[in-house]
């Protein structure tokens, strides 16, 4: 894999994501997520691929994964096909979507609303699930319940209180 940056000046105008075809990949009952197209925040390991957690420097000093964490690799077993990674606040931290840090910029909210903000310790995931209709599913990390709030279709599910 290679970490492709489309939101830079220096990418072409005709910058596209080769997405897989369908057909290679017919359903299979040992493989059920045989052929789906997954996106991983980029804080997960992939062999060979670079972590960068939104750190240039921390992606850099580490180098390519040597191996793939846990959750990637029961994916790759069920088969899934990883499309690439996602971007995501710095360590999974809370941040000003746009000012906090300049290395990996937030995307915009593909619903264009002009309320809600991709920001968050999975923005990339949220905002890819909601912008490619080729994407099956995104792996995300939740750091302050951010994933556990917006997967819920009702609002009368969601208390303030923990229940063991």
């Known amino acids: 894999m290679k970490y492709l940056n489309a939101s ?35 804080n997960i390991d992939i062999a060979g691929v670079r972590t960068y957690a939104s750190s240039w420097a921390y992606g850099e000093l580490y180098g390519p994964a040597p191996a793939s964490a846990p959750s990637v690799q029961k994916l790759f077993e069920l088969g899934a096909v990883i499309v690439g990674t996602t971007g995501m606040s710095q360590f999974a931290g809370a941040e000003d979507p746009t000012g906090d840090f300049v290395e990996f910029h937030t995307p915009w909210n593909p619903r264009g609303d002009g309320i809600r903000s991709s920001g968050g310790s999975s923005y990339g995931s949220g905002a890819a699930t909601g912008a490619y209709d080729w994407l099956d599913f995104a792996i995300g990390t939740d750091s302050m319940f951010g994933l556990i709030l917006f997967s819920y279709p009702a609002h009368t599910r969601i208390t303030d209180k923990h229940e063991a």
């Open 8 to 42: 830079t000046s220096e990418a072409s105008p005709n910058l596209a994501i080769a997405v897989p075809s369908r057909l290679y990949y017919p359903p299979r009952l040992d493989k059920p997520l045989h052929g789906l197209r997954v996106a991983i925040t980029d």
